[in-house]
T-cell receptor, first 116, second 114 residues
Framework: EPEVTQTPSHQVTQMGQEVILRCVPI?????FYWYRQILGQKVEFLVS????????KSEIFDDQFSVERPDGSNFTLKIRSTKLEDSAMYFC??????????????FGPGTRLTVL | QKEVEQNSGPLSVPEGAIASLNCTYS??????FFWYRQYSGKSPELIMS????GDKEDGRFTAQLNKASQYVSLLIRDSQPSDSATYLC??????????????FGQGTILTVHP
């Protein structure tokens, strides 16, 4: 069964450094998302991406964040200058369509980002 | 601010019992509702989706939706210790500027004890 994959599974970085989190969505999916979950807190929406552009972003997704689909398979989240409060699990998700019944989002296994 | 509320629990039930998980949402225009299961340190895993008022059954799981009351629930029959996890209610917000983002509740921790 097709799955969303994410790399790396765990990333440790120093404050102020740039990180790139990578995702490979399910191949026939058209809508892509990043969410994050700070330890012990709820899953929060960051950004959605459709037709090669950002379709919606949350207040969390400020100028330090960017997303890109550099080729037909990868979907990346870049954090330019990490802060301690960026430490969280980052989940990539994808879905086929916006139509009810086909709008389930499937989540990747996540990348645990630790900022020291 | 569109909100999704869940009782964080923990909810503890004996093996074989029915576990009942509840969720309310604030966006009256929401049309798609999802229950995900999340084991500690893992990603959300879809259990069920529901779109229409009433009940939807899948194996031991039944989702119930009442749009008038803005209420979604999940029943787990014959609960097993392997069902012990955090259950996340997620709502896909209505149109407008929303491109299908999910708003999650804080999750209900379920423990099924032998």
């Amino acid at each position: 069964e097709p799955e969303v994959t994410q790399t790396p599974s765990h990333q440790v970085t120093q404050m102020g450094q740039e990180v790139i989190l990578r995702c490979v969505p399910i191949s026939n999916h058209l809508y892509f998302y990043w969410y994050r979950q700070i330890l012990g807190q709820k899953v929060e929406f960051l950004v959605s991406f459709y037709n090669n552009e950002i379709s919606e972003k949350s207040e969390i997704f400020d100028d330090q964040f960017s997303v890109e689909r550099p080729d037909g398979s990868n979907f990346t989240l870049k954090i330019r200058s990490t802060k301690l409060e960026d430490s969280a699990m980052y989940f990539c998700a994808s879905r086929v369509s916006g139509r009810a019944g086909l709008d389930t989002q499937y989540f990747g296994p996540g990348t645990r980002l630790t900022v020291l | 601010q569109k909100e999704v509320e869940q009782n964080s629990g923990p909810l503890s039930v004996p093996e074989g019992a029915i576990a009942s998980l509840n969720c309310t949402y604030s966006d009256r225009g929401s049309q798609s509702f999802f229950w995900y299961r999340q084991y500690s340190g893992k990603s959300p895993e879809l259990i069920m989706s529901i779109y229409s008022n009433g009940d939807k059954e899948d194996g031991r799981f039944t989702a119930q939706l009442n749009k008038a009351s803005q209420y979604v629930s999940l029943l787990i029959r014959d609960s097993q210790p392997s069902d012990s996890a955090t259950y996340l209610c997620a709502v896909k917000n209505a149109g407008g500027t929303s491109y299908g983002k999910l708003t999650f509740g804080q999750g209900t921790i379920l423990t099924v004890h032998p």
